[in-house]
């Protein structure tokens, strides 16, 4: 099994600030089977980007994926108030499925 | 648009089995465009994908829940059903429906709202 290990565990920005969140993978992924969700209280985990760089539908261009093999990056380059959330990337190998354990985005 | 919505008791006792049911509207199942997953949270471990089925029947099950996971399906209510036996508070969970693509079936394009489970006696 693949293991996502997101770091940090929590970033602490004010709005308008960079974010830049962090998923390592035990071994490598397809950049094709990477996704990053963003959870709110109380609500489901919506997708974000999927392929490992590639918007949802909706998705603002504030919103952005990169990175390839064991080493994948979300970034929010201005974070915006309705941002402040968890985010979790997920990965896809052999029919199963795992997720990392989240980035909390807080407001400083 | 098509809409999941979990539902099924809030409260299960140890030992017992846990039934949840995801009703699927705007969007016929047999269509074949998806696969049709459950997936749970807990503080504990986090976000964990329990499996998923076909429209057909095919299922394929997280190695780690295998021996205790059934899920299935009903056409006629475009409804599929999850399973969990032999319960224990460590299935404490909120437990989400969801769906990959057929075609593209690398990432959860839609999520139900999701049903909070307690395992308590």
């Known amino acids: 099994e693949i293991v996502l290990t997101q770091s940090p565990g929590t970033l602490s920005l004010s709005p308008g600030e960079r974010a830049t969140l962090s998923c390592r993978a035990s071994q490598s992924v397809r950049s094709s089977h990477l996704a990053w969700y963003q959870q709110k209280p109380g609500q489901a985990p919506r997708l974000l980007i999927y392929?490992?760089?590639s918007r949802a539908t909706g998705i603002p261009d504030r919103f952005s994926g990169s990175g390839s093999g064991t080493d994948f990056t979300l970034t929010i380059s201005r974070v915006e108030p309705e941002d402040f959330a968890v985010y979790y990337c997920q990965q896809y190998d052999r029919s199963s499925y795992t997720f990392g354990q989240g980035t909390k985005l807080e407001i400083k | 648009q098509v809409q999941l919505q979990e539902s099924g008791p809030g409260l299960v006792k140890p030992s017992q089995t846990l039934s949840l049911t995801c009703t699927v509207s705007?969007?016929?199942?047999?269509?074949?465009?998806?696969?049709w997953n459950w997936i749970r949270q807990s503080p504990g471990k986090g976000l964990e994908w329990i499996g998923y089925i076909y429209y057909s029947g095919s299922t394929y099950y997280n190695p780690s829940l295998k021996s205790r996971v059934t899920i299935s399906v009903d056409t006629s209510k475009n409804q599929f059903s999850l399973k969990l036996s032999s319960v224990t508070a460590a299935d404490t969970a909120i437990y989400y429906c969801?769906?990959?693509?057929?075609?593209?079936?690398?990432?959860?394009?839609?999520w139900g709202r999701g049903t909070l489970v307690t395992v308590s006696s």
């Open positions: 705007g969007g016929a199942i047999s269509r074949g465009d998806y696969y």
């Open positions: 392929g490992a760089s």
């Open positions: 969801a769906r990959v693509g057929f075609y593209v079936s690398w990432y959860f394009d839609l």
